[in-house]
């Protein structure tokens, strides 16, 4: 691997820094060097965050540069949308299908973009872009606190990295009391993505 | 051993591996998480101090008293420590004294942008810049050695980027244990800043920076990196990586440590390469002082002078200035179009509340209904200040009207109302910043005579920087209990007579005591009290709407609660979001009584 550019996207209280945090911690144990940093504005929850990873032999700059994206982590649509920009044509897209409309919507200042709308942004370069139904699942196994290890687990099917060091990681990084769930969110996660290929392929 | 850590937190590690024994900061991003780090070990005292006046105050005690001290804060918390940082440089210390101070390029979190390596000049004191947090870890051993041999306090300036950004660090160090007992010896020409021992010191000063010079051409971390001859780029903090990057293969002179300059140094560069430029992000200090050793650089002619940099705008500007060669692929732009996602204040915020009232008096409605924010009148002025509370400027409420800096809403108020406005004037400040900075605006208030309300948002602890403890909270920065700062008695104590304490999730308390505050002509204080919610807690009891009463009047939307959505046309209450245990505000606007707690609802249908 020559190098890998993440972002990982969403709004302030999904869990993104944790989970840009446990990429990079896997990233260093399988031996790379890594920078990372969050942009997360001022306030604790609610506005936009996104938080980029880059792992390589050796990393200078901490942010990556627009159009140099391997991949983007989405945990809500118009964050997926937001950001695609970033990837380089040969980039991949997973995106939660969830649709977390901001208060300027709500109050019908503005309009929250269409699925065709979102689509056509993300596939703008013919990225490929994986809709997972993340906050269903995560409902499903009764914790949507572990949908961003459920996105790591998406992600990690297309990432070099074993799977036992991002289990350790995952272990290391949460408390015994939601350590077991949030493996199970993860596990979860990387079944999604093959079953997407079968509903698609 | 290699560690992932940010900045902030190896800058926190070198510091204590330097043997720092007392460590102080008032919270502010980006540079919270270092006093938040060191208050973590057991063997020094970290603490939160009311601002970063008396942090500094505090960490210069320490040094006279021959501890290693460390004093951290934003770009802005060095204007309020301005005056014992520029003190501490006439005194010198006795053990180290370090200042970290984090800029913020762009500003992400701040009221203004401004390049604290100016202080370091204007201060006559050494000034490092770490790139990353291997250097943020190993600049301090060298901080404190410098600090020591040359009896100055030293500024380690971080940007944002260095302070949130994570990276490999070699932990090298171990701790130092602290080679002596606590001493201070009493040296009045050195201490005591009478005019007669500060004019002793002055010259002093002068002698400290010419070794200090001297000093600079030696520093390990001035470095030059000797490659291509065509280009030379002399560089220092972040800007290093992102030039890095974009020139592979130039030649750089990477400077740790920017003030005084190394100045042999960097003519032995400029005489090794054909052209130089300066890579910098915010000001044009090293190209301006370079300049003034009379040689020829440019930089900021193509490179920003506000804003942060990043790899792609470097190589941009470079481009246009016909340093870089076309890109075969031009960069991607953002899509221009999409809804932005401010900030907002949480579902249960207790500001929500005096917002929504605020919002609703003094013919303000006018400004929810204004599509540009403006109105020629209001009968209400809203002076505001800094914390989560200045969201209130957003809609719905576009309950604020300035935003200065720490502490600034009561001076302004009073302002205002002494340069004859008619309108009533209100000060919005919060608990923390009111402790900070807002204590002497009131005493003035009242001295002067003032008739301005106003209305501490107390929510127990200081919330946009994540929840540190203050001095009205019974907490210290390392979680042990001590005693409580009363606001009510504090602002009593000064001489308030009429202060009312209201709930800050009951709305018609909340009107009533602003409306009676108002009319009083004299000083009054409300202290709208609610704790801040704490965003992990389960939700027990939220809200739900009886969508068979509700009649889409949209009112609820007016409080700006990222918990009650609308799906449809039909407004709801997202259950995982909603604080309905400790708030219920939705529920008091709701003109048809539809919005109801969920095991009500559940009993009703059962019914």
């Known amino acids: 691997m020559k190098k890998l550019d993440l972002l990982i996207a969403g709004m302030g209280g999904q869990g993104i820094i944790l989970a840009s945090d446990i990429i990079a911690e896997v990233a260093l144990a399988s031996g790379y060097d890594i920078k990372k940093t969050d942009t997360r504005g001022m306030a604790q929850r609610g506005g936009s965050v996104v938080s980029q990873v880059r792992i390589a032999e050796q990393v200078f700059s901490p942010l990556i540069r627009s159009g140099e994206a391997d991949m983007l982590l989405a945990f809500e649509k118009l964050e997926a949308a937001r950001w695609a920009y970033y990837l380089g044509g040969w980039g991949t897209v997973i995106a939660n299908n969830l649709a977390l409309p901001p208060l300027t919507v709500t109050l019908g200042y503005e309009t929250y973009p269409s699925d065709a709308e979102i689509t056509r942004l993300v596939k703008r370069q013919k990225n490929h872009f994986y809709l997972v139904n993340g906050t269903e699942r995560v409902k499903e196994l009764g914790n949507i606190r572990t949908l961003n290890i459920f996105m790591l687990g998406c992600a990690s099917l297309l990432l070099p990295f074993s799977i036992d060091t991002w289990e350790e990681v995952i272990a290391q990084r949460l408390p015994a009391k939601i350590r077991q769930i949030n493996l199970s969110a993860f596990k979860q996660g990387r079944k999604e993505m093959p079953a997407i290929h079968l509903r698609e392929g | ?607």
């Open chain 2, 1 to 607: 051993m290699k560690k992932l850590l940010s900045g902030n937190e190896a800058l926190a590690l070198g510091a204590y591996h330097a043997g720092v024994t007392v460590a102080a900061a008032y919270p502010g991003t980006p540079s919270t998480e270092i006093l938040e780090s060191l208050a973590g070990y057991d063997d020094i005292h970290a603490e939160w101090s009311t601002n970063e006046k008396v942090a500094t105050e505090v960490a210069l005690g320490a040094s006279y008293a021959g501890a290693r001290s460390l004093v951290s804060m934003k770009q802005v918390g060095l204007n309020v420590a301005s005056d014992p940082f520029m003190a501490a440089s006439t005194t010198g210390v006795n053990a180290g004294l370090v200042v970290v101070s984090v800029d913020d390029p762009g500003i992400h979190s701040s009221q203004n942008e401004q390049d604290n390596r100016h202080y370091a000049k204007f201060a006559k004191v050494p000034l490092l810049e770490p790139s990353d947090s291997q250097e943020a870890y190993d600049f301090m051993a060298y901080a404190y050695d410098i600090s020591e041999r040359f009896d100055t306090p030293v500024l380690v300036r971080s940007t944002t980027h260095i302070s949130h950004s994570k990276s490999v660090v070699k932990v090298t160090g171990r701790r130092a244990v602290p080679g002596r007992e606590p001493n201070f010896p009493p040296d009045v020409e050195k201490f005591v800043m009478l005019p007669v021992y500060a004019r002793l010191r002055r010259p002093l000063v002068e002698e400290r920076l010419a070794q200090l010079a001297g000093y600079a051409e030696t520093f390990p971390f001035n470095q030059i990196l000797a490659r291509e001859r065509q280009l030379g780029i002399i560089t220092s903090g972040a800007a290093y990586q992102y030039a890095r990057e974009v020139f592979p293969q130039a030649s750089f002179l990477k400077l740790g440590m920017t003030q005084p300059l190394p100045q042999d140094l960097i003519r032995r560069f400029v005489a090794e390469v054909d052209r130089v430029i300066v890579i910098e992000e915010l000001g044009s200090f090293l190209q301006e002082n370079i300049q003034a050793m009379g040689i020829a650089v440019s930089g900021k002619e193509f490179i920003p002078r506000f804003g942060e940099l990043s790899p792609e705008i470097i190589a941009q500007s470079c481009r246009a200035a016909g340093l870089l060669a076309e890109s075969p692929t031009p960069p991607t732009k953002p899509a221009p179009e999409l809804p932005q996602r401010p900030p907002l204040l949480c579902a249960g915020c207790p500001y929500t509340g005096l917002f929504f009232t605020l919002s609703t008096m003094g013919q303000r409605s006018a400004l929810v209904k204004s599509r540009v924010k403006k109105v020629a009148k209001s009968n209400l002025i809203i002076t505001g200040d800094i914390g989560c509370y200045t969201l209130g400027a957003y809609p719905p409420f576009f309950a604020m009207d300035t935003c200065a800096c720490m502490g600034a809403g009561i001076g302004q108020a009073l302002g205002m109302e002494k340069a004859g406005v008619s309108n009533k004037v209100v000060a919005v400040i919060g608990d923390s910043t009111f402790l900070h900075s807002g204590i002497t605006g009131v005493v003035n208030g009242v001295y002067n005579k003032g008739e301005i309300t106003i209305v501490i948002l107390d929510n127990r602890t200081t919330a946009m920087t994540g929840h540190q403890s203050h001095p009205g909270t019974g907490v210290t920065a390392r979680g042990e209990k001590t005693s409580i700062v009363e606001l009510e008695r504090l602002v009593r104590g000064i001489g308030v007579n009429d202060v009312k304490v209201v709930n800050a999730f009951d709305l018609k308390a909340l009107r009533t005591s602003v409306r009676a505050a108002l009319d009083n002509p004299e000083l009054s204080v409300i202290i709208a009290r609610g704790d801040c919610p704490d965003p992990a807690a389960a939700r027990p009891r939220p809200l739900v709407i009886a969508t068979e009463k509700c009649d889409q009047c949209n009112i609820c939307l007016r409080l700006g609660c990222p918990a009650i959505q609308i799906d449809d046309g039909q407004v709801f209450i997202e259950a995982t979001l909603c604080a309905g245990d400790t708030c219920y505000l939705c529920q008091q606007v709701c003109p048809r009584q539809a919005i109801v707690f969920q095991s009500e609802s559940s009993t009703q249908e059962s019914k």
